[in-house]
């Protein structure tokens, strides 16, 4: 024998209050909601809404009336002590597309604060008024009495809970009325006091000049969203129904930081923090809009992730997107300023979009041995842009490199090294490469056969102490003449050193499996380059005392070590400490 399931009020309100809806304050939208849809199912007749707090009813219970369609005794049977009776709402007209959402289940938000909800209605269809009282317990009842109502229209009472009086008391009703209502179309009023608005704020009156349209709009993302805009966009897209604007924000945002819109269903409230209207990369941009086709969640708090959502996503980053590359044609300085404080998202999306790419390209300056410069000035003053992806890579090199002639630039910024990638893929005529430290040893002179020659003992001395340190000594004449030692590391190698240490460290069977997954050890892993063009590198050769000499050249590579900005291992520490002390030591006893 088939049987029904049955329904505990109780656990549905419980799950209402803790998995569904995330605070009681949403009863206020519910029965917004509710509203809304009765008067838009009249088609007609003055549209008010009026909700008397505890303060005007005299006995602490709060009533919210409508000048809506109404129901008979029938569809208070089916729509408000039935849940999930959707196909026989369809029937009674009452699933609509531009309804904000059904009755029933939103209904019962309301005994989140409420421990009985009356319902009085008279219908636009005829028949008798109909009282509904419902309790928290499950039980409702159902009754047909004339006198109770005259007008069309609903009437619902809730009667608060002990420790939900709060809820239901006028500074609380006002703001949250006015929070999710602000914008319906029906006139919504808290006793006399009106907290709705006819028009959407982001709509311009014909009759109001642009420049006044776009400084009242900074102001209201100013009270909305607490930032004077540095940008005001106008968003329209007819396919679903929505218009609103986007506020670009005037200082620099986090990549990682939350979207916060605020946005309208149907001209009601969703939320202020909601996340998904744009790509991710406009992160630094704020909307607030309203929609008649955009989904709602089952908590009508966020939005559905659906195909419309998708479009509407890819439609408004388009509008962002053609605005940069209008703003770099037409305001380059402002372009620029914006680009400074955005880069990141905006290097995001340059990655997949060639019309950005070239905006970054002319506007975003970047970190070279010329100076901040763009990558357009960059590539007008060398063939080619030879890059490292490594900021203190880039930092002890430059020097170098600038001496030699050679233009470097820094990519060890987020999306940098893959930018420089892109515009190698989309203009063929500009080559980007990579430099290995090690290459520049190809543009160093080799010193002069008799500078090298009277070097030859230091030099042995000098492999012998770094030995040590996994370094090899070469000499090489290089500008400028005032840097004495540059520190050069294979990447590589480096990574089979740590491997070798880490095997040191670790216990037989990890050990064992890295030695299996490690590449064979190589030759050092560093190299320092000794400037024989330096006096103090000169004076090696002329050094008697070998302790002095080892001192020496271990202060050489310790230097070069801390301008490279590379972790120092405990042994270079030891190094730092010991050749520093001791050659105090030695000037201090002269």
């Given at each position: 024998?088939?049987?029904?399931?049955?329904?505990?009020?109780?656990?549905?309100?419980?799950?209402?209050?803790?998995?569904?809806y995330?605070?009681?304050?949403?009863?206020?939208?519910?029965?917004?909601?509710?509203?809304?849809?009765?008067?838009?199912?009249?088609?007609?007749?003055h549209?008010?809404?009026?909700?008397?707090?505890?303060?005007?009813?005299?006995?602490?219970?709060?009533?919210?009336s409508?000048?809506?369609?109404?129901?008979?005794?029938?569809?208070?049977?089916?729509?408000?002590?039935?849940?999930?009776?959707?196909?026989?709402?369809?029937?009674?007209?009452?699933?609509?597309?531009?309804?904000?959402?059904?009755f029933?289940?939103?209904?019962?938000?309301?005994?989140?604060?409420?421990?009985?909800?009356?319902?009085?209605?008279?219908?636009?269809?005829?028949?008798?008024?109909?009282?509904?009282?419902?309790?928290?317990?499950?039980?409702?009842?159902?009754?047909?009495?004339?006198?109770?109502?005259?007008?069309?229209?609903?009437?619902?009472?809730?009667?608060?809970?002990?420790?939900?009086?709060h809820?239901?008391?006028?500074?609380?009703?006002?703001?949250?009325?006015?929070?999710?209502?602000?914008?319906?179309?029906?006139?919504?009023?808290?006793?006399?006091?009106?907290?709705?608005?006819?028009?959407?704020?982001?709509l311009?009156?014909?009759?109001?000049?642009?420049?006044?349209h776009?400084?009242?709009?900074a102001a209201?993302?100013?009270?909305?969203?607490?930032?004077?805009?540095?940008?005001?966009?106008?968003?329209?897209?007819?396919?679903?129904?929505?218009?609103?604007?986007?506020?670009?924000?005037?200082?620099?945002?986090?990549?990682?930081?939350?979207?916060?819109?605020?946005?309208?269903?149907?001209?009601?409230?969703?939320?202020?923090?909601?996340?998904?209207?744009?790509?991710?990369?406009?992160?630094?941009?704020r909307?607030?809009?309203?929609?008649?086709?955009?989904?709602?969640?089952?908590?009508?708090?966020?939005?559905?992730?659906?195909?419309?959502?998708?479009?509407?996503?890819?439609?408004?980053g388009?509008?962002?997107?053609?605005?940069?590359?209008?703003?770099?044609?037409?305001?380059?300085?402002?372009?620029?300023a914006?680009?400074?404080?955005?880069?990141?998202?905006?290097?995001?999306?340059?990655?997949?979009d060639?019309?950005?790419?070239?905006?970054?390209?002319?506007?975003?300056?970047?970190?070279?041995?010329?100076?901040?410069?763009?990558?357009?000035?960059?590539?007008?003053?060398?063939?080619?842009?030879?890059?490292?992806?490594?900021?203190?890579e880039?930092?002890?090199?430059?020097?170098?490199?600038?001496?030699?002639?050679?233009?470097?630039?820094?990519?060890?910024?987020?999306?940098?090294?893959?930018?420089?990638?892109?515009?190698?893929?989309?203009?063929?005529?500009?080559?980007?490469?990579?430099?290995?430290?090690?290459?520049?040893?190809?543009?160093?002179?080799?010193?002069?056969?008799?500078?090298?020659?009277q070097?030859?003992?230091?030099?042995?001395?000098?492999?012998?102490?770094?030995?040590?340190?996994?370094?090899?000594?070469?000499?090489?004449?290089?500008?400028?003449?005032?840097?004495?030692?540059?520190?050069?590391t294979?990447?590589?190698?480096?990574?089979?050193?740590?491997?070798?240490?880490?095997?040191?460290?670790?216990?037989?069977?990890?050990?064992?499996?890295?030695?299996q997954?490690?590449?064979?050890?190589?030759?050092?892993?560093?190299?320092?380059?000794?400037?024989t063009?330096?006096?103090?590198?000169?004076?090696?050769?002329?050094?008697?005392?070998?302790?002095?000499?080892?001192?020496?050249?271990?202060?050489?590579?310790?230097h070069?070590?801390?301008?490279?900005?590379?972790?120092?291992?405990?042994?270079?520490?030891?190094?730092?400490?010991?050749?520093?002390?001791?050659?105090?030591?030695?000037?201090?006893?002269?």
């Amino acid at each position: 024998m088939s049987r029904s399931f049955g329904v505990d009020l109780r656990g549905i309100i419980e799950l209402l209050s803790q998995h569904l809806y995330s605070s009681p304050r949403v009863y206020v939208r519910e029965l917004l909601q509710n509203a809304t849809d009765a008067i838009t199912a009249r088609d007609g007749g003055h549209a008010r809404i009026v909700l008397e707090p505890a303060e005007h009813t005299g006995d602490g219970t709060l009533r919210i009336s409508d000048s809506g369609i109404g129901l008979t005794e029938d569809e208070v049977h089916t729509l408000l002590s039935t849940l999930g009776r959707t196909s026989k709402r369809d029937e009674l007209g009452f699933a609509r597309q531009d309804f904000l959402g059904q009755f029933g289940v939103g209904l019962l938000s309301c005994f989140l604060v409420a421990d009985e909800i009356r319902l009085v209605s008279r219908s636009a269809r005829g028949g008798k008024a109909v009282r509904w009282t419902a309790d928290s317990s499950g039980t409702y009842e159902v009754v047909t009495d004339d006198s109770a109502r005259a007008e069309i229209g609903t009437t619902v009472t809730l009667v608060p809970r002990k420790d939900a009086e709060h809820w239901l008391q006028h500074d609380m009703v006002v703001a949250l009325a006015r929070e999710f209502g602000e914008l319906l179309p029906a006139e919504v009023l808290v006793g006399d006091e009106r907290v709705s608005q006819p028009d959407l704020p982001w709509l311009r009156p014909s009759d109001e000049p642009y420049d006044v349209h776009v400084d009242r709009l900074a102001a209201y993302c100013e009270r909305t969203f607490g930032f004077q805009p540095f940008e005001v966009l106008p968003l329209d897209v007819p396919a679903v129904g929505l218009t609103g604007a986007a506020f670009v924000m005037p200082d620099t945002a986090h990549p990682g930081a939350r979207q916060a819109h605020r946005v309208y269903l149907k001209r009601m409230l969703v939320g202020d923090s909601v996340e998904g209207l744009l790509p991710d990369w406009a992160y630094f941009v704020r909307c607030v809009v309203n929609s008649s086709a955009l989904r709602p969640t089952a908590s009508r708090e966020s939005l559905y992730q659906d195909e419309a959502l998708l479009g509407v996503r890819d439609e408004l980053g388009t509008v962002l997107k053609d605005w940069l590359v209008r703003l770099g044609g037409s305001e380059p300085d402002r372009a620029s300023a914006l680009l400074a404080k955005h880069q990141l998202g905006m290097k995001s999306v340059a990655l997949v979009d060639d019309d950005l790419l070239r905006l970054v390209e002319h506007w975003l300056p970047f970190e070279t041995t010329d100076g901040n410069v763009t990558l357009r000035q960059f590539r007008r003053r060398h063939n080619s842009i030879l890059f490292t992806p490594d900021v203190d890579e880039f930092r002890q090199l430059a020097p170098v490199a600038q001496a030699q002639g050679l233009g470097l630039l820094n990519a060890g910024y987020a999306y940098d090294a893959e930018l420089m990638r892109r515009v190698a893929e989309v203009d063929g005529s500009m080559a980007t490469r990579r430099v290995v430290p090690s290459e520049l040893l190809a543009t160093m002179d080799r010193p002069d056969p008799v500078v090298e020659d009277q070097l030859r003992t230091s030099l042995k001395l000098a492999r012998t102490v770094l030995d040590r340190h996994d370094c090899d000594a070469v000499p090489r004449e290089f500008d400028p003449i005032s840097l004495p030692a540059l520190l050069i590391t294979d990447a590589d190698r480096e990574r089979q050193r740590d491997n070798a240490e880490i095997s040191e460290q670790s216990d037989p069977l990890w050990a064992e499996l890295i030695e299996q997954l490690a590449e064979p050890a190589s030759t050092a892993s560093q190299q320092l380059v000794l400037n024989t063009r330096n006096p103090l590198v000169r004076r090696l050769s002329e050094l008697t005392d070998r302790t002095l000499a080892e001192l020496t050249v271990e202060s050489l590579y310790v230097h070069a070590l801390l301008q490279s900005r590379r972790p120092m291992r405990p042994k270079d520490t030891a190094a730092l400490n010991r050749s520093f002390l001791d050659l105090l030591d030695r000037a201090v006893r002269r």
